[in-house]
């Protein structure tokens, strides 16, 4: 396996202006398995230069049709690269096999969607009245910066990625600290389905030099970012200098889940969910179900189930077979969501299950146990804040309306769940929830076909869907007067 990565701008493997590299981390046993090649101020101008200089190039001239097969390339070559792709993956994220696998199936989606969409974008006329032909084009915004996290890399880099480029947009991305080299992997395969150079940049390196750089630069006319809301602010600060369109902001969540099924023969589903919400990622995702409430003749009940459950769940590094959940992603972030549990004791959760480093995985690698938290209430911050770990909290509720109340009651509005088979209460309880995304019955459609995007906190614009591709374009009115005189 190649150990040794280096950015990839206007086209061409390079070491940074500088020639600094970092080592890449395996988050399970804490060693270093490769090496890639760090950014620097210079390395983001030759990027953002290239991706300007490619509009009018090659790429320019590709049409829309050629543009949409290009990318279905990119996606057969994906899935044609999956078992390579989920080892490095694995291997830098410490995502299990199964989990890593399923990610790099949607990125293969993602530009499978958007190439379906490139040659279905259309401008209109308008009747302005005899003597005047009035039309409008939807052009591409130019140069894009995509500034991506480390949960969902090669997701987060296919699902804008993907339509900026549908829509004839270039871009650079700048991934994060933590996760690069399987997102160079994925710009390798762009490469050899044949993208024109400077299309596509990707330029690991310091996130606050490069990311302040990038969505300054006058040059660039659109901004995707994911990551927290203190970066998010700063990101729309620099893009305000110039004006800069944010083309989406994903920035997190903290979301809850109602349960509200008929009585304990429907418990399964919720309980299932729960589990999910910790396994998945090990708990790193914005759309994470982290508080529960659970109707209050169904709350014990709830953790009786699902306290077994949660003690079967298996930590442990991809290269074990059966396991459930990977570490976390770094130190940094282990740390962080330890001092969470902790913090969580000393607030007066009753704690469940869980709550430190699990049992069997030795010392190396940045594993949490999978941890439930009940008795807990909206004063809390184990209940407010985002923790983006194998953390969840349980809360018992006497109404709908008091679940309602309370869900709502959080700076986040992203993502939302709720468990009923009745039809009324589903339905009412969705219209209710000051979020972006509902989920009935279970957790899916995070994209692809549909938006997601949050409200509140959770940041502005949507990704997937058809409103995902229009962000990336602009309209350009054109009147002209017929005839003379
Ligand atoms: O985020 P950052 P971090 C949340 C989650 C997590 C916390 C911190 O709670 O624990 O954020 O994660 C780049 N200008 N989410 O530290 O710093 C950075 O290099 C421009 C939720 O990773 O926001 C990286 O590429 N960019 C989230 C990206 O921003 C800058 C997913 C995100 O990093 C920059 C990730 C700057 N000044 C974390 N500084 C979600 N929405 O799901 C850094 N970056």
Redesign the pocket.
């Known amino acids: 396996m190649n150990t040794s990565y280096q950015l990839f701008i206007d086209g061409v493997w390079r070491e940074g202006s500088d020639g600094k590299r970092v080592p890449v981390i395996n988050p399970a046993t804490e060693e270093a398995f490769a090496e890639v090649s760090w950014g620097t101020v210079d390395d983001a101008n030759l990027a953002v230069e290239s991706s300007q200089k490619a509009l009018s190039g090659q790429w320019g001239t590709w049409s829309p049709t050629r543009r949409g097969r290009f990318l279905l390339s990119v996606a057969a070559a994906i899935r044609r690269n999956t078992a390579e792709l989920s080892a490095l993956f694995s291997k830098e994220h410490g995502k299990p096999p199964h989990q890593a696998s399923s990610e790099v199936e949607d990125a293969a989606r993602y530009l499978e969607y958007f190439g379906g969409w490139a040659n279905k974008l259309t401008g209109m006329t308008i009747d302005l009245g005899q003597g005047q032909l009035d039309y409008v084009l939807r052009e591409p915004l130019g140069v894009t910066v995509h ?5 969902y890399p090669l997701d987060i880099f296919c699902r804008s990625v993907g339509p900026a480029l549908a829509a004839g947009n270039t871009c650079v991305v ?5 996760i690069s080299v399987v997102t160079l992997a994925l710009a390798r395969l762009f490469q050899e389905e044949g993208i024109p150079a400077g299309v596509l940049n990707v330029i690991p390196g310091p ?2 030099v490069l ?2 750089v990038l ?1 300054e630069d006058p040059r660039v006319r659109g901004i995707i ?4 809301v ?3 602010r ?2 729309l600060q ?1 893009a305000a200098l110039n004006i800069t369109p944010v083309v989406s902001m ?3 969540g903290k979301a809850p889940s109602l349960v509200f099924v008929k009585d304990e023969s429907e418990l399964d589903g919720p309980v299932g969910g729960a589990v999910g919400a910790m396994a998945w990622n090990a708990g790193q ?2 759309g994470q179900r982290a508080r529960w409430y659970v109707r209050r003749d169904l709350y014990e009940p709830f953790l009786e189930r699902l306290a077994p459950r949660v003690r079967n769940l298996k930590p442990g590094p991809a290269t074990q077979p059966g396991v459930d959940l990977g570490p976390l992603v770094s130190k940094k ?1 282990y740390d ?1 969501v330890m001092n969470y549990i902790r913090l969580g004791i000393e607030e007066g959760a009753r704690l469940i299950a869980g709550g430190g480093r699990p049992e069997g995985v030795g010392e190396k690698g940045y594993f949490v146990a999978p941890t439930v938290f009940a008795d807990c209430h909206n004063g809390m911050r184990i209940v407010r804040e ?1 923790i ?1 770990g194998p953390v969840i909290t349980v809360i018992p509720v006497d109404s709908i309306d008091e679940a309602v109340a309370l869900a709502n009651d959080n700076s986040f509005g992203l993502s939302s769940e709720i468990w009923t088979s009745d039809l009324t209460t589903a339905h009412l309880v969705a219209s209710k929830l000051d979020v972006g995304h509902v989920t009935i019955n279970g957790s899916a459609a995070f994209g692809f076909e549909v938006p997601f995007g949050g409200v509140k906190l959770s940041g502005l614009g949507r990704e997937g869907g058809p409103e995902a591709i229009l962000a990336y374009t602009r309209l350009k009115n054109v009147w002209v007067k017929l005839g003379h005189g």
């Open positions: 500034i991506a996290p480390w949960n700048k991934p994060s600290r933590e996130g606050t990311g302040k969505t970012f994911t990551g927290s203190a970066t998010g700063t990101v620099s994903e920035l997190g995702s914005c972030h962080n985002e983006f």
